[in-house]
């Protein structure tokens, strides 16, 4: 055999070999649903992670030691309660340590409270948390570096500027549109939701998109406007299951997608969207 042809089967060969040890992203299926829980909120170890663990649903539980925390255990978890989620499956995330809303002024702050979390995490035996919830909902392109130095591989932000707060709707993750640190909320459920606005916010998980939930308490003591009645998230919950919807945790997408294939401009797809679907026009004044 001449050199050429056994040089070009040796690259053939390494090509193939490499192509098996690194497998292709799983394809997207539809009624794909992640699921989150922000805050800390007592109930998602009393009430939501019994009932995930009857479906067999994953979920992440965004950790901040914000609020009163420290001091009021009839509404928030403890510690230990966070580890036992974490032996059960579920994904402990960062939620910063002082659930500290992210603006350009207050970026430097970011990488320690951060770190706060992530050393309480290893403290209790729960790996250092790979996604992220931007506390309030707010978010700063310049913070993405930070987030990224961290160790951060997802981060869930809230339905703006797509979608104004007040609505409790939002959009799908389109994957390679929607930057990995910037992903979408889908639906946010409130106390004034019902089955209808959790069905209205899956029926997004279809074509390659994501439907991202972000609830807080169920019920939550602290912040009542953000509360979700038990029963309520129970009928969300059997629905899900009864659907055939696949309910994962945040970090489990990287299953699903290249979260390296990032867009040239992070807010792009926010703008795109907005011109899509402009707000309507307020009433004229009678």
């Known amino acids: 055999m001449s050199f050429r042809p056994f040089f070009a089967l040796l690259v053939l060969s390494g090509s193939l070999l490499l192509s098996a040890a690194l497998p292709a992203a799983t394809p997207i299926p539809d009624k794909l649903v992640v699921l989150t829980f922000d805050d800390s909120s007592a109930s998602h170890a009393t009430v939501a992670a019994p009932l995930l663990q009857r479906y067999g649903f994953g979920a992440t539980f965004f950790i901040t030691e914000g609020f009163t925390f420290k001091t ?17 499956g579920f994904e402990i995330g960062n939620h910063t340590r002082d659930h500290l809303g992210i603006t350009e002024k207050n970026v430097g702050k970011l990488a320690e409270q951060l770190a706060v979390i992530a050393d309480r995490c290893r403290e209790h035996g729960i790996p250092a948390p790979v996604s ?42 389109e994957p390679g549109a929607d930057h990995p640190l910037l992903i979408p909320t889908t639906g946010d459920a409130r106390p004034t939701w019902t089955l209808e606005n959790l069905q209205r916010a899956v029926a997004h998980a279809r074509g390659g998109r994501i439907a991202i939930l972000q609830f807080h308490g169920v019920p939550d003591g602290e912040h009542p406007w953000v509360n979700t009645p038990q029963e309520r998230f129970e009928d969300y919950m059997a629905w899900l299951h009864r659907e055939g919807y696949k309910v994962i945790a945040l970090r489990d997408l990287a299953t ?8 040239a401009d992070p807010l792009a797809i926010m703008a795109r969207r907005q011109a899509a679907n402009p707000p309507a026009p307020a009433a004229p004044h009678q």
């Open 256 to 263: 699903y997608i290249d979260e390296k294939n990032l867009p």
């Open 132 to 173: 992220f919830a931007w506390p309030g909902n707010k978010f700063h392109v310049t913070a993405l570096p930070v987030l990224q130095a961290a160790g951060i591989r997802f981060a869930r932000r809230g339905s703006e500027p797509e979608v104004p707060y007040a609505a409790g709707g939002g959009v799908a993750y």
């Open 72 to 88: 009021n255990k009839r509404d928030y978890l403890t510690w230990e309660q966070i580890a036992a989620l974490h032996r059960a």
